[in-house]
């Protein structure tokens, strides 16, 4: 299984903090960290823009470390990726990315097709 599908189903190969930090790119950080500032509303520094991946081992978003609900459920029932939680369908912590990137859907369920055939 793809170790940079987030718990959620996003591709952290595709997000800008992700690709910044395995690139050194401080130029995408400060882009980044404007836009998401501007999007969430919330000062974000270019030095906050540091990611390795969701479920990778390093360093993490602070949102995504601490914060993201998401995140803290899949570890906390042991999950792989939400693709393993029988609660996928109806679990309305992972919804609004589904909703929004009907991919990540795709994806989760790809990887727990993965680990049952392994």
Aim: aromatic share 6%; net charge neutral; proline share 3%.
């Amino acid at each position: 299984m793809n170790e940079l599908i987030a718990f959620c189903g996003l591709d952290c190969k595709e997000c800008d903090a992700y690709i910044a930090t395995v690139n050194n790119d401080n130029a995408l950080r400060e882009k980044t960290a404007k836009a998401w500032s501007e999007l969430y509303n919330s000062p974000i520094k270019p030095d906050d823009i540091n990611c390795e991946g969701c479920r990778c081992d390093g360093v993490k978003l602070i949102y995504c470390e601490k914060y993201c609900e998401i995140r803290q459920c899949a570890r906390k029932k042991a999950m792989s990726t939400c693709g393993d939680c029988k609660e996928l369908d109806s679990c309305q912590k992972v919804a609004a990315i589904i909703e929004h990137n009907p991919d990540a859907l795709k994806k989760l369920k790809a990887c727990a097709i993965v680990q049952v055939q392994t």
